[in-house]
């Protein structure tokens, strides 16, 4: 907010702090409080959307540009513009253009205050509008992914941080992105403090295991303005356990006369599915799984893979587990023994 003599901020969100003074040069409060000399006063003001910076235009035919912590960053003489004298200003977020209006002619600036373009007018530019802005953070879920199985008992947590201009997409400063507060819940745990942002993202790893079965997370991300992304929410399982055989026939040390047996069992996951070795014959819980014995260790029993899965794909997602038996043929009969 400008008076006559003096700048002030407010912030929005935090309405209840006292208002911060903003050091205008020539302005120094108290010191021209009286004075009818009127040469520094503040004639416009516009405001950044995006990183919170101010402008200000001056009697003085100066541009003043000022940081959000209101630090003086930039004065642009803009007497070689030839605007006149400037009465209003506007921002525009889109193309990053900043906009002043004179009695001579209308002047466009780059967000830094470097000249671009000078559009003269018969009269004097008393007001600019621009296109209403509209500014959010956005946040995504890079991983886990909702609905996924791993075997990782810490796995990381990746959260995309990104913004949207008036719905649309927009790259940000690493500045916007770094300024993100995150409200990130794991298993009703608050852990969004801990993470780290680099380069669009933030990372975070557990320091200890979570807990077997479905691990739960939502997260949403608030800009510096107060302005939060719409919540996200993911349930992810963790499996660690191997499956095991709660029931296998033919039993360990039985005896077979025929080349043909059926083996017969149950498994403590009814997801899991097994592989026999060799034969690669594929299936879910062995309930009744014929096999033909060949002379030689040719039926040993593999591995055990999660539901869906083909042999080799789901090592790096699931436990497998080797089953404990083996079979061998011999030529008149066939033996059953136990392996680890």
Not at 161 to 175: F, H, I, Q, R
Not at 184 to 204: D, K, P, R, W
Not at 207 to 222: H, M, S, V
Request: hydrophobic fraction near 35%.
């Amino acid at each position: 907010m400008a008076g006559k003599k003096e700048l002030i901020q407010l912030e929005l969100n935090h309405l209840n702090q006292a208002p911060r003074p903003v050091s205008v040069p020539g302005m120094e409060p108290g010191k021209e409080k009286d004075d009818d000399n009127d040469d520094k006063k503040i004639l416009a003001l516009a405001v950044d959307p995006l990183m919170g910076n101010l402008w200000a235009i001056t009697k003085q035919h100066h541009l003043l540009i000022y940081d959000r912590g209101g630090n003086l960053l930039k004065t642009v003489d803009l007497s070689p513009a030839d605007l006149g004298e400037v009465e209003t200003l506007a921002f525009e977020p889109v193309s990053a253009s900043l906009w002043l209006g004179g009695k001579k002619a209308v002047g466009r600036f780059t967000s830094n205050g470097d000249f671009v373009a000078r559009v003269a007018v018969e009269k004097e530019a008393e007001a600019l509008g621009v296109t209403p802005f509209r500014l959010l953070p956005t946040l995504s879920l890079l991983e886990p992914l909702d609905g996924s199985l791993t075997n990782h008992p810490r796995p990381p947590i990746r959260l995309g941080l990104g913004a949207s201009c008036n719905a649309v997409p927009c790259l940000m400063p690493e500045a916007y992105r770094q300024s993100l507060l995150l409200d990130v819940m794991l298993n009703s745990l608050t852990i969004g403090n801990l993470f780290t942002i680099a380069q669009g993202e933030a990372h975070y790893t557990p320091g200890q295991r979570l807990p077997e079965g479905t691990n739960i997370l939502t997260a949403q991300a608030k800009d510096l303005f107060g302005h939060a992304s719409e919540k996200i929410t993911s349930q992810f399982t963790i499996d660690t356990i191997p499956p095991r055989f709660i029931a296998l026939t033919p039993t360990d040390g039985s005896t077979v006369t025929t080349g043909l047996v059926t083996l017969q069992g149950s498994l403590d996951d009814p997801t899991a599915n097994v592989m026999l070795a060799r034969w690669f014959r594929y299936g879910r819980e062995p309930r009744r799984l014929p096999v033909r014995l060949r002379r030689g260790p040719e039926g040993r029993l593999e591995r055990l893979h999660p539901r869906g899965a083909r042999p080799g794909e789901e090592s790096d997602r699931h436990p497998a587990a080797a089953l404990p038996h083996a079979v061998t043929r011999h030529r008149h009969r066939a033996s059953l023994r136990q392996h680890g």
